[in-house]
């Protein structure tokens, strides 16, 4: 089944939200593995707990941050593909409205005021904005 303009749309923001979770999560790793000191214990120079830790630890934000970049990937793919049905809707307050939501991740508030419309007035712009995507994505499947 193919998913609706709005929910590939949607997809777009809850990956960037995603996105900058797993961020903040890898930044929050970084800043404890540099609060870890690795030591030797005693004389048998075998590597003590704390350099176990760090070894678990680093390899956590390997894994992270290679996850991180796989979704980045695929979000710089989504936006590519956003931008190509955006670019092939007519009316340009419509691409405008979808632009400022979708690929620059504005709060419905901003675009708003920035449109020059009530918050009820966006919301209403932004129905005709997804099915004008609609019609793209079906014409595009289509072909």
């Given at each position: 089944m193919e998913q609706s303009a709005k929910e590939f749309f949607q997809g777009i923001?809850?990956?960037?939200?995603?996105?900058?979770?797993?961020?903040?999560?890898?930044?929050?790793?970084?800043?404890?593995?540099?609060?870890?000191?690795?030591?030797?214990?005693?004389d048998s120079g075998?590597?003590?707990?704390?350099?176990?830790?760090?070894?678990?630890t680093v390899d956590k934000i390997i894994d992270l941050q290679t996850d991180l970049n796989a979704e980045i990937d695929r979000f710089v793919d989504m936006k590519r593909e956003a931008n190509e049905i955006i670019r092939q809707i007519e009316n340009h307050k419509q691409?405008?409205?979808?632009?400022?939501?979708?690929?620059?991740?504005?709060?419905?508030?901003?675009?708003a005021d920035e449109m020059g419309?009530?918050?009820?007035?966006?919301?209403?712009?932004h129905g005709r904005a997804l099915q004008a995507a609609e019609e793209v994505m079906q014409k595009n499947s289509e072909s």
């Open positions: 923001r809850n990956l960037d939200k995603q996105i900058d979770s797993k961020y903040e999560q890898l930044e929050r790793l970084k800043a404890l593995a540099t609060k870890v000191t690795a030591t030797i214990s005693g075998k590597p003590s707990g704390v350099s176990r830790t760090m070894e678990s691409r405008l409205c979808l632009e400022y939501r979708y690929l620059c991740g504005k709060a419905w508030e901003w675009i419309y009530s918050y009820f007035g966006i919301c209403k712009l």
